[in-house]
């Protein structure tokens, strides 16, 4: 989904870093990326009763299934020597292209005002929170290079190669239960495609994943745009 340019809203000269109260405090600052705004920016946590807005970059099925209009795509614990404001402001200058790769290549759900994964977008979404969150500000420190969690593959390309995995009543549903049949998907892949082999070798541009394990991305806006083809089902 090509557009505009993502804009970054920088921490301002007066902005002054909280002091941590102690060696266990958990506040933080979150990286989001606003997708209706295009604009990436942080948000300052001073105190468990001022949550960042936006969700998490999650790792289980809804995670997988489902794009937020606003994502965590990154947080750093205000104990951390880096939270300064000309690092966390250089951390948002390097995020603008992992942060437009999301924007441009994410998908719309068809006739919902919804937002879906593609393969490239979640990738772009993993890389920016590897690239926030590794332990650069610890002297000597391993970096671990980046890995998805999982080997992730496009609707599109699984019900190509799989058609007789599609249920019958995946055409009958009502719209609003398509959202938690993606999920349901994403919880037991294999338990619909036995075919562990088969889908990973759909895998054409993920790297090797850290689990032998797939996820299907793009699936509601798939499922919307299957159920408005002639004949489904």
Known sequence: MLGNQVTVRYLEDS???PEPSSPHDSRGIVFI????LREVCVHTETS????????????????YSRLPNELQVGRINLNQARVEREAINEILARSVPLA???IDEHVAV??????????????AAER???AIMRPTYLP?????????????????????????????EWAELPDDYLHFVAEAVNRDVQGLIPDAD?????????????????????????LHAYRQTPNCG
Do not use: M
């Open 140 to 168: 000597g420190s391993y970096v671990r290079p980046f890995q998805p969690e999982y080997y992730l593959l496009e609707a599109a390309d699984v019900f190509e190669r799989f058609p007789e995995a599609i249920p019958q």
């Open 128 to 130: 920016l929170r590897h």
């Open 15 to 17: 902005w002054v870093r």
């Open 48 to 63: 468990p009763l001022d949550p960042a807005p936006g969700q998490p970059l999650a790792f289980g099925a809804k995670g």
């Open 198 to 222: 088969g889908l990973i070798a759909l895998c054409q541009v993920s790297p090797e994943a850290v689990r032998q394990e797939v996820r299907i991305l793009g699936l509601r806006a798939w």
């Open 110 to 123: 068809p006739g919902t005002p919804l937002l879906d994964w593609s393969v490239p977008s979640r990738l």
């Open 100 to 102: 437009q790769e999301i």
């Open 33 to 36: 990326l606003n997708l209706a």
